[in-house]
């Protein structure tokens, strides 16, 4: 069974400032890792991924991601927040044995970034 | 650029009625998914369908199937309505999943459905 984890439920963080969310994955096998990101009334956005290769992955808007294979994480960062990355951002994982990659997702992580 | 499209956007039935909502993927995805969303959870995968077959499937409850058209069109239908089904369903859709590499969804709005 794979799943994932996120510690928080909000992240406040003030514009300017650099942003972390957390995410944490357990699968059987190597993991795929995705963050999306979701504004309301909204489909989910795709923000980035790891397959495999280089740990630090850059995606969409800025955002950039570390997979961490001994800590099991994959926490999405961005330098400088910015008001308009306020939103409700999900990580995924799926994994390549099995056959199946449909991925789970986490229970989201609220990001407010104050003015 | 063409985008996965969902209908209808909002849906209020009564307990016990029927519903049935509608996906179209992006031109040349042939792989459809849906998923469901409660208030304040995460998506939760419920089905799946790869050139017209069922691929996969999660947590749909019996009372609910879904199918897969000839145009790559996908279907919810949802019987027996509860109050606990109201939640957001999205439709994703994505390039051949049969291989690797597996590039992420795309994603629609979102049916919101309220069950009263």
């Known amino acids: 069974a794979q799943s994932v984890a996120q510690p928080e439920d909000q992240v406040n963080v003030a514009e300017g400032n650099p942003l972390t969310v957390k995410c944490t994955y357990s699968v059987s096998g190597n993991p795929y890792l995705f963050w999306y990101v979701q504004y309301p009334n909204r489909g989910l956005q795709f923000l980035l991924k790891?397959?495999?290769?280089?740990?630090l992955v850059k995606g969409s808007y800025g955002f950039e991601a570390e997979f961490n294979k001994s800590q099991t994480s994959f926490h999405l960062k961005k330098p400088s927040a910015l008001v308009s990355d306020s939103a409700l951002y999900f990580c995924?994982?799926?994994?390549?044995?099995?056959?199946?990659?449909?991925?789970?997702f986490g229970r989201g992580t609220s990001l407010i970034v104050h003015p | 650029a063409a985008g996965v499209i969902q209908s209808p956007r909002h849906l209020i039935k009564e307990k016990r009625e029927t519903a049935t909502l509608k996906c179209y993927p992006i031109p040349r995805h042939d792989t459809v998914y849906w998923y469901q969303q409660g208030p304040g959870q995460d998506p939760q995968f419920l089905i799946s369908?790869?050139?017209?077959?069922?691929?996969d499937k999660g947590s749909i409850p019996d009372r609910f199937s879904a199918q897969q058209f000839s145009d790559y069109h996908s279907e919810l239908n949802m019987s027996s309505l509860e109050l606990g089904d109201s939640a957001l369903y999205f439709c994703?859709?994505?390039?051949?999943?049969?291989?690797?590499?597996?590039?992420?969804?795309?994603f629609g709005s979102g049916t919101r459905l309220t069950v009263v």
């Open positions: 790891y397959i495999t290769g280089d740990n």
């Open positions: 994703a859709s994505s390039l051949p999943n049969g291989g690797l590499p597996w590039w992420g969804y795309t």
């Open positions: 995924a994982v799926s994994h390549t044995s099995g056959g199946s990659y449909i991925p789970t």
């Open positions: 369908f790869y050139e017209k077959m069922q691929s």
